[in-house]
């Protein structure tokens, strides 16, 4: 595969869309660095969301910078970088974007009793299945004018999805 240096993706979607499974598939086939970006909310965002209150706008503007500074450290010394976060509004992804012009999004897409039927069945993560509702009703699709955002059908099996994002990826990485 010819490298692009540089390049960042942001796997996007509601809690349960299947993030973090994609990233650690991703990592371990393109060897690539992965940030959680939930490992950067502050404390009181964690604990807002163990107690089962959404986040509102305020909440995620210094999370949100944080991310994109990481994003901008990871362009810098990486070829190659993952990074998951939901970033489910517009302006959220335009944060991200800021100063980070090698930054592309994965949209993992998935209706609501899927993703619900998979949060259900989940164990050991803060994100609470009934507040997967909130979460929609925040999600801006992201448009077509959004050329950087490229949409994952997470319907079929992990390994499709994997196959898919590995085939995306490694097509942008040869132009």
């Known amino acids: 595969m010819n490298s692009t240096p540089h390049q960042v993706y942001v796997l996007m979607g509601v809690s349960g869309c299947g993030k973090s499974a994609l990233a650690a598939q991703l990592s371990q086939r393109l060897t690539c660095a992965v940030l959680d970006g939930d490992f950067l909310h502050p404390r009181a965002n964690i604990d807002k969301m163990a107690a089962g209150t959404p986040l509102d706008d305020a909440d995620r503007h210094p999370w949100l910078s944080a991310l994109s500074d990481a994003a901008y450290a990871m362009q810098r ?3 190659l970088s993952i990074i998951v976060c939901s970033a489910l ?18 949209y993992l897409k998935g209706d609501f009793e899927l993703i ?21 009703a925040a999600l801006e699709e992201p448009g077509p004018d959004e050329t950087d955002v490229h949409t994952l059908d997470i319907r079929p099996e992990l390994n499709s999805v994997v196959a898919g994002a590995l085939r995306l990826i490694q097509s942008r990485q040869e132009r």
């Not at 517009?90 to 999004?105: M, T």
């Not at 949060?119 to 997967?132: P, S, T």
């Open 77 to 79: 010394s990486n070829a």
């Open 89 to 106: 509004k517009r302006r959220y992804r335009d944060q991200l974007r800021a100063g980070n012009p090698q930054l592309s999004f994965l």
């Open 116 to 136: 619900l039927q998979r949060l259900q069945a989940r164990q050991g993560h803060f994100q609470k299945a009934d507040m997967l509702a909130s979460q929609f």
